[in-house]
């Protein structure tokens, strides 16, 4: 057997140990909440969030990353989670958006989150990493990226997020491009303000 043969056969061979490996993986839930199961439009209001007896690990034979955790955040409630790497805090947040294997249960203003369709459940959660990017392009674009938002409502809102004195003296305030020097603080207060105006 020639060299260029050894090299197809064992090509031939990966691709028939993928098809198996994927024929044993785990089909993701549906992306859409059935009829019976679906929350209000303005789900979640009060963002009331209860563990109750819950794991999670990130692979069916994989061991427990979170064990057996209860707890509630009320709403409004600020909550901090201090520790070093391998604390839980990147597995919590994974267990909320369900990108791991969740036993127990979650709920979110009475609605245990097993029951929602991921998209349903993972709009109403926003994401602000320490070290933002944000798009190219104009603040109002970045803030607003789907123009679903009167500028009245991206004001009211930058001030919320003490960003509105900032914008407002730039010479082109929410048409400035975003190519402006901003530092990670004010870049995090913008992430915060598009969180706001998507309502997640």
């Known amino acids: 057997v020639g060299i260029r043969q050894t090299v197809e056969i064992g090509s031939q061979m990966t691709s028939i140990e993928r098809i198996f490996h994927y024929e044993n993986t785990q089909t993701e839930p549906p992306l859409r909440t059935l009829n019976k ?16 007896n819950f794991h999670l690990r990130y692979a069916p034979d ?11 955040i009320q709403s409004g409630e600020r909550v901090g989670i201090v520790g070093a790497k391998g604390s839980g805090k990147s597995s919590i947040t994974q267990a909320l958006f369900r990108y791991a294997i969740n036993e127990g ?6 609605i245990n989150i097993d029951t929602l369709g991921l998209h349903d459940l993972r709009r109403a959660f926003a994401l602000i990493p320490a070290d933002p990017i944000l798009f190219n392009g104009s603040i109002r674009n970045n803030l607003d990226p789907c123009e679903q938002r009167s500028d009245e409502e991206i004001w ?15 010479r082109d305030s929410l048409c400035c491009s975003l190519d402006m020097s901003f530092n990670v603080k004010e870049l995090q207060l913008l992430y915060l303000a598009r969180a706001l105006l998507a309502r997640s």
């Open 156 to 170: 009211n809102t930058l001030e919320r997020v003490n960003m509105k004195h900032a914008i407002s003296n730039l």
């Open 37 to 52: 199961h679906r929350p209000l439009k303005d789900w979640p209001q009060n963002a009331k969030i209860i563990f109750t």
């Open 105 to 110: 249960s979650i709920e979110i203003d009475d």
């Open 62 to 72: 994989a061991v427990d990353v979170l064990r057996d955790l209860n707890f509630k």
